[in-house]
């Protein structure tokens, strides 16, 4: 079988750690042709580490590559719903990362040109190939919680704003903070698990505060720095919020920088015959009762990189025209629900979808 010509466009953090090791894992079934970032240190570097293809500087330079089925897009978030639109219509199934784009007009405009072209474009919405969310996700459709009234999600980190006055942390690219960057992984996931009941109300607020002062931001650690002083800071960094669904409410408290010296990273699923905890990227506990007796159970079971089973999932299925899981009709409603979030929290009340 001729495998399938991949171009990978943004060689930054995400490309080198998932996109790129993901298709080198799956590499009976495709071939990265080409690499291109605007930086183009950057994509010969990711070329040289592949050891073939070809490394270029403006995405458009490959649009009517005939050769070219699918598309990585790991670019800042601004910029997703332009490329993605651009390689749709030219006829490309592309999987871009998560968010889908800056808010869920972009999203809706993405998923129209995948329909209008007949073309599968997937979100990066990587925890819906963890092998633990999967499982969760069987026990709560298997009825093992009962009556699942409440989740709960907390992504909180201690003095660790990423990349300080660079993209992550300027809203005109990244669309916002703390919520849209690392909040997104956590609310695809409960959507997932719990079979995306529609939005009710949301209930909601943010604060930007602790990096303000840029220059006096005192942090433990800064993935994408190091901070740029001359650079921007109009994003959250941290939000709490309540969300009304037409099944379980949902509440959440994440945070970038907290002057808290302890992280949490974990979900909570709440129902009347039983409750899962989550730890975010790990394991997870099972509590109940039986005859009088709490109990707690934990389980055993093999394991799969969820990045591996992203890329793969995305390259067997998108050239057959087959909606997945990672499908843009799944993922869009996380968009509107941050979009609501953001609204909810400018407005300083509480708002109807």
């Known amino acids: 079988m001729e495998k399938i010509k991949v171009a990978i466009i943004g060689c930054g953090q995400i490309a080198r750690s998932a996109h790129l090791p993901g298709y080198q894992a799956n590499a009976d079934l ?33 649009l009517n590559d005939p050769e070219l089925q699918c598309v990585s897009v790991c670019t800042p978030n601004y910029v997703h719903a332009p490329i993605a ?7 490309k199934h592309v999987l871009c990362e998560k968010p889908a784009a800056v808010n869920s007009e972009l999203a809706a405009q993405m998923q129209k040109a995948a329909d209008d072209n007949g073309k599968i474009l997937n979100i990066g919405v990587c925890n819906r190939f963890n092998t633990a969310v999967c499982k969760v996700a069987e026990l709560i459709e298997q009825g093992e919680l009962g009556k699942l009234y409440h989740v709960y999600c907390s992504f909180r980190a201690h003095r660790s704003i990423p990349g300080l006055g660079g993209p992550f942390t300027t809203k005109s690219m990244a669309g916002g903070g703390a919520l849209i960057d690392w909040g997104v992984h956590y609310l695809d996931l409960i959507f997932y698990c719990i079979n995306q009941p529609a939005i009710k109300t949301v209930s909601a607020a943010t604060y930007s505060i602790l990096g303000k002062d840029m220059k006096n931001y005192v942090y433990e650690s800064m993935w994408a720095g190091p901070p740029d002083y001359n650079g921007t800071y109009d994003v959250e960094e941290f939000v709490t919020g309540l969300v009304r669904t037409e099944g379980p409410t949902i509440s959440l408290n994440g945070a970038w920088a907290q002057n808290i010296g302890e ?17 975010y990227g790990g394991n997870f506990t099972f509590y109940s009762t039986k005859n009088g007796m709490l109990t707690e159970t934990k389980y055993a079971y093999a394991t799969e990189n969820m990045y591996n089973a992203e890329i793969r999932d995305f390259l067997i299925k998108a050239p057959q025209g087959i909606k997945t899981k990672a499908n843009i009709d799944c993922a869009i409603l996380t968009s509107r629900l941050m979009d609501m979030i953001y609204k909810s929290a400018e407005l300083e009340e509480e708002i109807k979808a």
């Open 263 to 279: 992280g949490a990273s974990f979900i909570e699923f709440l129902g009347d015959k039983g409750g899962i905890k989550l730890q």
């Open 30 to 62: 495709a071939e990265v042709k080409y690499f291109v970032d605007i930086i183009p240190e950057r994509a010969q570097q990711l070329c040289e580490k592949y050891g073939s293809g070809t490394a270029l500087t403006d995405y458009h330079d490959i």
């Open 85 to 91: 639109i651009d390689f749709l219509n030219a006829g």
